[in-house]
């Protein structure tokens, strides 16, 4: 018999799944549930077992983990009668790995200490390929004494795992985090127009300017999209598009200006408008390319 501690997986979408699927390589017994069947079979096909629901999924966990879009997701799984809260034994650890408000991961840990729940806010970064490849930065948000129980799960799913601060802490390090990428992609994706326009190579172009002080995670990464222009989702427009209303009205809320993540939130949302919501964030590309009067 296994002494890893049980666990419930709530959300098996695109990150979801990879990162439950690399917790079952690490040896725990994986319980999940999400809303798509194929996605459910996915799992059992990796040895996970499937749940007929929510409740049946945290009811013997030592742990529940929950991977879905927003706020109101998270508060759809957490509350109510059929809710984790409700289900979720005494003393389970409840860690929430979707890129929420803050003020929603500490009304959420409040809620669930008077469950006898305690709770950790774990947003991550990296991407699709980062949850594949098990190499996420997760920033967390918590007690230190919870962090460490749940440190070697962190270690199964991503490298880089700080422990922020107190309850909402690891969602504010996530909003920055969302703000620098954004700002990183659209910096690129004008970058390859001008490169373009102006007939340089833009493979090699991109090549060198990776391997100098422009070079970054975000360019590594999406270097292949842009000369591609291949577009299916990683990282979705439409999350990004909450991400950066996250950051801007948590910047607000603090006295924080962002004037160039405003410019980028907006040009976010104009992609959105267009149309592109369900295409990778780094389709912001397409917007500077109309911008810039091409046809897309």
Known sequence: MSTLPKIAWIGL???????????????????GYTLEQ??????????????????????????????????????????GPDGILENAKEGALLIDMSSITPRTSVDLAKAAAAKGIRVLDAPVSGGEAGAVEAVLSIMVGGEQADFDSALPI??????????????????????????IVAVNIQACAEAVVFLEKSGVDLKAALDVLNGGLA????????????????????????????????????????????????????????????GDGGLDHSALLRAVERLSGQQV
Not at 62 to 77: C, L, N, Y
Not at 244 to 261: C, E, K
Request: aromatic share 4%.
């Open 154 to 179: 962190f270690q199964a799913l991503g490298k880089t795992i700080v422990l922020c601060g107190p309850h909402g802490s690891g969602q504010t390090v996530k909003a920055a985090n969302q703000l």
């Open 38 to 79: 194929e996605k459910l079979d996915r799992l059992a096909r990796a040895g996970g077992t499937a749940a007929a629901s929510l409740a049946d999924a945290v009811r013997d966990a030592d742990v529940v983990i929950t991977m879905v879009p927003a706020s109101p997701q998270v508060e759809a799984i957490a509350y």
């Open 13 to 31: 979408g695109i990150m979801g799944s990879p990162m439950s699927e690399n917790l079952l390589k690490a040896g725990y017994q994986v319980t």
């Open 215 to 274: 070079g970054s995670t975000v360019l590594t990464r999406k270097k292949d999209n842009f000369l591609q222009r291949d577009f299916a989702p990683g990282f979705r427009i439409d999350l990004h598009h909450k991400d950066m209303g996250i950051v801007t009205d948590a910047a607000r809320a603090v006295g924080a200006a962002l004037p160039v993540g405003a410019v980028v939130a907006q040009l976010v949302a104009s992609l959105r408008a267009q």
